[in-house]
């Protein structure tokens, strides 16, 4: 089990950026993808971004693309979103998890196995 911490979240105002981070407990070398999720009140939780760990490809959701962008920082176990130009609809609850298996192009849920406690983005 790898525990994951999230950090970063906060309120901002319409058009500005935010950096997410997302340390894990330990070396995540079992897991194949790295992801960032969100989940708004009274929604499901939906894919933002994932990361294959091994390549270093990206997918992100047409909600984002252009906006957001997923990196990691394989020494220090640590995977950031940098959100830009941010909008009232990217609200949300947000965590990162990982996948032992993941479907890179594809930020299906039931893929991640740990995750972490969430952080608030609020865009007014």
């Known amino acids: 089990h790898v525990q994951l911490v999230e950090s970063g979240g906060g309120s901002v105002q319409s058009g500005g950026s935010m950096r997410l981070s997302c340390t894990a407990s330990?070396?995540?070398?079992?897991?194949?993808?790295l992801g960032w999720f969100r989940q708004a009140p009274g929604k499901e939780r939906e894919g933002v971004a994932h990361?294959?760990?091994?390549?270093?490809?990206?997918s992100y959701a047409d909600s984002v693309k252009g906006r957001f962008t997923i990196s990691q920082d394989h020494a220090k176990d640590t995977l950031y979103l940098q959100m830009n130009n941010l909008k009232p609809e990217d609200t949300a609850m947000y965590y990162c998890?990982?996948?032992?298996?993941?479907?890179?192009?594809?930020?299906?849920?039931?893929?991640?196995?740990?995750w972490g406690q969430g952080t608030q983005v609020t865009v007014s």
């Open positions: 330990r070396q995540t070398s079992s897991r194949n993808c």
């Open positions: 998890a990982t996948s032992k298996d993941c479907s890179l192009g594809y930020l299906k849920v039931a893929e991640y196995i740990d």
């Open positions: 990361i294959y760990i091994g390549s270093g490809e990206t």
